[in-house]
């Protein structure tokens, strides 16, 4: 399996964390989106929309970083989903949430308030969308709040559905949000932070 991913890319920690805990064997290849690396000739030619991250396995060319996670865990028949049909519904429930409504707000409050995403992409901050991400991040960790009621993973054991969640909350995490009103999920996130895939997985795609 081939792995295309950037820098300081949310996005390319959910599958590198996902490739890692599944136990995958994979080739590692840095595009610098900088550079515009993306949206060379060969790049577009693994992902059309130009965008990181990317598999491909074999004849298989595969984006958006859930269902390569998907994909590398069904093939690896690996824990990281459940066994039963009603509890594997309930992962791509919480896949479907993040990316529709939880990444979307994290991305307006750490653009504004990171600055490693600030320095490495140059960008400053914009108040009103900081606003916006806030109110939305309002409504919805108030929902993994009440759904880590007296467990450590959302689905029980840890699975997909938590993985897809580390990157961008680690990234709101460091640029100072108020986790406080939400003890249960800010313990989840340091469960989270605290794996041996996380840590890879941050090394690879944040540092330097």
Same mark, same amino acid.
């Given at each position: ?18 490739? &890692? ?30 965008? &990181? ?151 690879? &795609?944040?540092?330097?």
């Amino acid at each position: 399996m081939d792995f295309y991913y950037g820098r300081c890319s949310g996005n390319s920690a959910r599958v590198a964390f996902g490739l &890692i805990e599944a136990g995958a064997t994979f080739q590692p290849h840095l595009i610098d989106t900088r550079k515009g690396e993306n949206r060379s000739a060969e790049y577009l030619a693994v992902n059309p929309m130009g965008k &990181i991250p990317a598999l491909v396995d074999g004849e298989l060319k595969l984006w958006e970083s859930n269902a390569i996670n998907w994909y590398v865990v069904e093939k690896l028949k690996s824990r990281l989903l459940p066994a039963s049909l009603a509890a594997r519904a309930s992962v791509q429930r919480w896949l479907f949430f993040q990316a529709a409504h939880v990444t979307p707000a994290c991305i307006s409050v750490f653009r504004a308030t990171n600055a490693r995403v600030q320095a490495f992409w140059q960008t400053t901050a914009d108040p009103k969308a900081l606003e916006a991400g806030r109110k939305e991040l309002a409504r919805y960790l108030p929902v993994l709040e009440a759904a880590l009621a007296n467990r450590d993973w959302l689905e029980g054991d840890f699975s997909l559905a938590d993985i897809a969640y580390g990157p961008h909350f680690f990234l709101v995490a460091e640029g100072g949000f108020d986790f406080s009103p939400y003890p249960r999920l800010r313990a989840w996130q340091h469960r989270l932070e605290k794996r041996p895939g996380w840590k890879k997985a941050q090394e690879m &795609i944040f540092a330097g």
